[in-house]
């Protein structure tokens, strides 16, 4: 009997020869695996996380499996999974770990987000949360108690830079019994090795240096230890995280040639961030490899490498509409949220909102993440548009 076109097309009985080797892994697609046969089905409901089978698309592809190996590679660690965001990655170490009672804890200069999450969704849950201040390891010693189960951990502070005594916060946090998670986005694997800091957690978001290409969203948790991951798979199955098949391909692109980026944004970033500090109406720069930002003594001893991310403080004596005109000024630098792409971005950020009101700079805060341009083409960039907007009265 011959059948439909439809079902020809959908049971079509060719099959492409194997031994197809090409640089790039395959790209694998599906919400339904097909099982060889109904025997097969009642293995497979054991092996999810495993990566010795398959059962559905959100359990895990060999291109997810690919990439979450290729990630431990870069970090170090044994276990990792997908999160469609760095946002999504945070959420669900949380919610994997705490339960109602349990107290995290923050460093004051912690990635926005992350903090509103502790505000709302987990105080919701009945988790309470407190910040401390990263640059002082007597504050969070003092607020470690029995109810602390989680202590994040961010090297720098994304917008502010200070760059914190690393492994003496862990240490303090673990000789309390706390768990400990890094957010490891600005070292990226690259700028040190993030369990040789002995945290238990490192959370990366994909989104920056491992994409690269200012293209996709996409986060990472990786652990050394077998209980915690088994943990998050939970939260992660029961929220339903899982990426795309064509994000994971352009994230696994994008690690190819991570450390030659890296690198690259590391050099030119020094290179402007030591010219804009000697710079009229610049009063200070917080890059962590200069001596001017805080903890610069900590990055030294931490670190091989920084990203591309620095802030500068402009001139009290600057209006908030200078500071405007000079970030509209900038023809190479855009202005917007995010890093680790291929464009030089810039932001201005209001100091009082972002930490309670407790910071100590004054001036207005700007932060350059820099791009893969040439270091002459921006320079010139800033200095056009410092001369033509921030120059004194
Ligand atoms: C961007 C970022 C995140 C969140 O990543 P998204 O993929 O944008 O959700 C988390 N932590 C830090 C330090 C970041 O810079």
Not at 112 to 125: C, I
Not at 276 to 304: K, M, N
Not at 308 to 337: P, W
């Amino acid at each position: 009997m011959s059948q439909d076109i439809s079902t020809q097309l959908i049971h079509h009985a060719y099959v492409p020869p194997a031994g197809y080797e090409a640089v790039p892994p395959g790209v694998f697609k599906g919400s339904t695996v097909l099982f060889p046969n109904a025997a097969t089905v009642r293995e497979r409901a054991k092996a999810f996380g495993h990566r010795d089978g398959y059962s559905y698309g959100l359990y895990g592809t060999p291109t997810t499996y690919t990439l979450e190996q290729r990630l431990c590679t870069l970090e170090g660690g044994r276990h990792c999974l997908l999160c469609p965001s760095g946002q999504a990655a945070i959420a669900t170490v949380n919610i994997g770990l705490l339960s109602s009672g349990d107290e995290v804890l923050l460093p004051t200069n912690v990635y926005g987000p992350s903090l509103r999450h502790a505000r709302t969704t987990l105080s919701q849950l009945g988790i309470t949360y407190q910040c401390y201040d990263p640059m002082d390891v007597a504050d969070l010693q003092a607020k470690l108690s029995g109810r602390t189960k989680l202590v994040w951990v961010e090297a720098p502070g994304s917008i502010t830079m200070e760059f914190p005594d690393l492994r003496t916060l862990v240490a303090t946090a673990k000789s309390a019994g706390a768990i400990v998670a890094l957010d490891n986005t600005w070292g990226a694997g690259i700028a040190f090795a993030p369990f040789e800091m002995s945290v238990d957690i490192s959370v990366h978001a994909l989104t920056k240096y491992p994409s690269g290409g200012a293209d996709v969203l996409m986060g990472s948790i990786i652990t050394n230890d077998d209980k915690l991951h088994d943990k998050f798979r939970v939260a992660y199955l029961d929220l339903g995280m899982g990426v795309g098949a064509n994000d994971a391909e352009l994230v696994l692109r994008g690690l190819a040639s991570i450390k030659a980026r890296y690198d690259l944004h590391d050099a030119t970033a020094r290179a402007l961030a030591s010219w804009l500090a000697g710079q009229d109406g610049i009063s200070r720069v917080l890059h962590p490899a200069l001596e001017s930002c805080p903890g610069h003594e900590h990055w030294a001893t931490h670190c091989s490498a920084a990203a591309g991310l620095f802030s500068v403080l402009i001139d009290e004596s600057r209006t908030h509409a200078q500071v405007d005109a000079f970030c509209d000024r900038l023809q190479l630098f855009g202005i917007g949220l995010s890093w680790g792409g291929p464009m030089s971005l810039v932001m201005p950020y209001d100091m009082q909102s972002i930490r309670g009101g407790k910071q100590s700079y004054g001036g207005h805060l700007l932060r350059f993440s820099i791009g893969l341009e040439s270091v002459e083409d921006l320079r010139e960039d800033l200095a056009q548009a410092l001369s033509e907007a921030l120059a004194a009265a």
